[in-house]
């Protein structure tokens, strides 16, 4: 196994932290960088490492919100004229190509490696264990990044410059919608009666399940449910309740609704069934 450079990480936020975990797990050496009282706290409760912009460490993370990157790299290069690594990667599946620019003029190699993983500030130590993370850079960057995602035990794969934005595209619907469905239907539970603990942990358990299903068997084997069934007085009588009460989530249920029939038709649904679901989901005339 490859051994991990001393590490840098800048940003003791979600992402940092649990990057910096997951070296100390596999044996490396981290040491995140916070600019807040509120992130030094939080590195001490992980019982991680503390560093400063001007230790000397031969990789560098930028741990921060893409649009922080090209300002937080150019303050390190110039203002703070911290001892400049061998590489720098940012966390970002979706930043522009030239965000870590101030330091490339430099001469140090730069990339990225984004972790295909939500990561929260109670995601335990091993969150990154067997998590798919895709990187690219410059040849020595790129060749850094793939080396530290293995070594710490997740999956790497390449994904081309000019295909970044539609990969983060991916991992922000499979990640930040489905939350926000989530959050959509447990408003929804809660309107209809369910008292909100119970319908968020019902949701939450429902998509988890879901969740694990699409990942053992794909989501055509995954699929369940009323338009999977073939159900359409169901359907309808969900869109009443919808429309009369919820009317946004209406929109919502027919958008996702569209795609649901076009995966139940790949399972083999009889084409008059798709026809009368098709019509059940139709806008209505108020
Ligand atoms: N969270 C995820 O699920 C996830 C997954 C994959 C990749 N990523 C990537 O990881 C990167 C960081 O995301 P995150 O979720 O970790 O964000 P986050 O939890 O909001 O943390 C951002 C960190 O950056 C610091 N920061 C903010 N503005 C700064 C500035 N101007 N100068 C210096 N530091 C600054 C914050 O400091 P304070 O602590 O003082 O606020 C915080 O520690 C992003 O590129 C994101 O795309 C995140």
Redesign the pocket.
Known sequence: MATIPLTLI?????????LASAIGLAGGQARVV???P??EA?IRARGLDHGSAQDAAALWIL????D??P??SS?LATELRSPLPAVAL??????ALDALEPLSVLGVSTGWM????????SSPSNALQGVPAAVGGSGAAAAAAYALATTIGMQPFAVSDADRPKYHAA?TLG?SFAVALMDVAIQAAIDAGVPPVLARNGIARLTATAAERVGAEGTTEALTGPIRRGDVGTVVRHLDALDATLPAHGLIYRVMAARTLALAQKSGMPPETVAAMQQALAPRAR
């Open positions: 800048f940003g003791a936020g979600r992402a940092g932290l649990a916070a600019r807040s509120a992130g939080r741990a921060v919100p893409d922080v990157l300002r937080l303050v940012h966390l970002s599946g979706g930043a984004h972790p295909l993983q939500t990561l929260t500030f991992a990640s």
